[in-house]
């Protein structure tokens, strides 16, 4: 499935976006307010190893422009008792930035998975200092729903606030 943005494609990870994926993902600007699952120094094995997981998610796309990927987002489905709700995440490429290019990608996949995608609820956890990511979220109709005091060690160790945001469908 692809799904298609104003400046932006959504499509599947292929085999072939190994080294643009590592180029795009080995910067620290880029890992600095991403959780410690998303590795930094980003190697080769690790988009090796991203790819192979995201190519059997449902909801797990790279970000396209201009016929380069520029990032990667995704919605993660939860379960049990939180079947309908799901993770919402996204990043881009630094070279990519202050565009529209995250919030046309997060905007079009946030519509799709509560349209179409059988989930109800989408959360997102922030670190508070990354105040675009922020912006991004409040663009594509996610409210503030909590400050989590203490939240995050960033890159550094240092102690900061998360904040969850939430979108639900109408």
Known sequence: ME?????????????????????????FMVARWMSRRFPHPYTRADADEWIA??????????????????????VEPLGGERTGSAL????????YWGRGIATDAARTLSDHAL????????????????VASVKVLQKCGFGLEATLRAYYLDRADAVCDGLMYGRVST
């Not at 990870?13 to 994926?21: F, K, N, T």
């Not at 997981?53 to 990032?71: C, D």
């Not at 919402?88 to 070279?95: A, I």
């Open 3 to 27: 799904l298609r943005g104003e400046l932006c494609r959504l499509r599947p990870y292929r085999g072939d976006d190994a080294d643009a994926l590592r180029c795009a993902a080995d910067d």
């Open 115 to 130: 349209r179409d995608g059988g989930v109800r609820r989408l959360e997102a956890t922030v670190f508070a200092p990354n």
């Open 88 to 95: 919402f995440g996204y990043w881009l490429g630094r070279r």
């Open 53 to 74: 997981i995201a190519s059997s998610a449902a909801l797990s796309f790279a970000i396209e422009v201009g016929g380069s990927l520029a990032g990667g987002i995704g």
